[in-house]
């Protein structure tokens, strides 16, 4: 873990709930549903696109596992997976971290169009 103010390398021994040797695991400090989780690699890096192949694969392994136990633990099999690369694409951590957040019938009354809504205007294409 690095030693700058990134509060991902920061990261108390209590808030992680998996890790292996290149990511570990947390629960959204701001979630936006229950159960909104983060996979966040052990070194400190801005964009996806510098992640190693190890660690693409470790995250990877996180997000299918944990998808399973957040399932399960929530009664859902919808999901939105994302990662905010960069600050045209709303990113205001800059270490970079994948979100898994379960979906839930009672989160909003028209869910279609999910991660479109990132710009309103372009979120409904559908009659």
């Known amino acids: 873990m690095a030693t700058h ?4 390398c920061h990261i108390r021994a209590e808030q992680i709930i998996d890790q292996d040797e290149w990511v570990f695991v947390i629960r959204d400090g701001f979630p936006v549903a229950r159960g909104h989780t983060l996979i966040i690699p052990n070194r400190h890096i801005e964009s996806y696109f510098e ?3 190890a660690e693409r694969r470790s995250m990877d392994e996180m997000l299918f596992k944990h998808r399973g136990e957040l399932a399960l633990q929530y009664s859902t099999d919808s999901f939105n997976i994302g990662i905010n690369d960069g600050p045209m ?11 898994i957040i379960p979906r839930h019938s009672d989160d909003m009354p028209d869910p279609r169009g999910g991660v479109r809504f990132v710009i309103p205007d372009k979120a409904k294409y559908w009659p």
């Open 5 to 8: 103010h990134c509060p991902f």
């Open 51 to 53: 992640t190693t192949k």
């Open 89 to 99: 694409a709303g990113q205001t951590m800059k270490h970079i971290h994948l979100h």
